[in-house]
């Protein structure tokens, strides 16, 4: 993410517990805080946006992440947080046929320690003390494990049907919820 936002204008700061992850990282961010969030030492009240990209499902207690992230962000900051859907199609599917594989990544990520629906990821993010402003599916990524090669059309055709389930039954079509928030007034 680092890489993408990089700029001079905007010193972005990363928390990162794995060590060799956290070393490449430095070259983007200005600091990376190479620990779990729950032991970085962060700064106080300073940061406008605060992002949790795939982070709070992999935490002890993502109540208290997100409370400790909102000590060091500004009264009016902007969280952006994506979680997993459990809810999704292919998990219902899987758990009815008495699955619950274990990946390497994606919602059955084998370092998940919890898992969301869009009720229970507003919930933890309302208990966090946060006002959700938006909230939005997003389709499996298909499009990066599309085998070089395959037909083009296809991979078109699987993701223009994935938009018309987002739209139709987000709940079941998301796999994953991205959600902006701000600080409730109720501190």
């Not at 962060?42 to 709070?56: E, H, I, M, T």
């Amino acid at each position: 993410m680092g890489q993408l936002l990089r700029a001079d204008w905007m010193p972005i700061d990363a928390v990162e517990p794995h060590p060799l992850w956290a070393e490449h990282a430095r070259a983007y961010y200005r600091t990376v805080y190479a620990s779990p969030i729950e032991a970085a030492e962060l700064p106080s009240r300073r940061y406008p946006v605060v992002v949790c990209a795939d982070v709070l499902e992999h935490t002890l207690d993502p109540t208290a992440v997100l409370a400790r992230l909102r000590e060091t962000a500004t009264e009016d900051a902007t969280f952006i947080i994506s979680l997993p859907n459990i809810a999704h199609i292919a998990a219902r599917l899987m758990l009815l046929a008495g699955r619950f594989p274990q990946m390497d990544r994606g919602i059955f990520d084998r370092t998940h320690l919890h898992f969301y629906t869009r009720e229970t990821a507003t919930a933890l993010l309302r208990g966090a003390g946060l006002q959700i402003v938006l909230a939005r599916p997003t389709p499996v990524p298909i499009e990066q494990i599309w085998p070089a090669g395959a037909s083009p059309a296809i991979l078109r055709a699987i993701m223009h049907a994935q938009r018309a389930g987002l739209l139709l039954a987000p709940t079941l079509s998301a796999f994953q919820w991205i959600m902006v928030a701000r600080p409730n007034d109720e501190r």
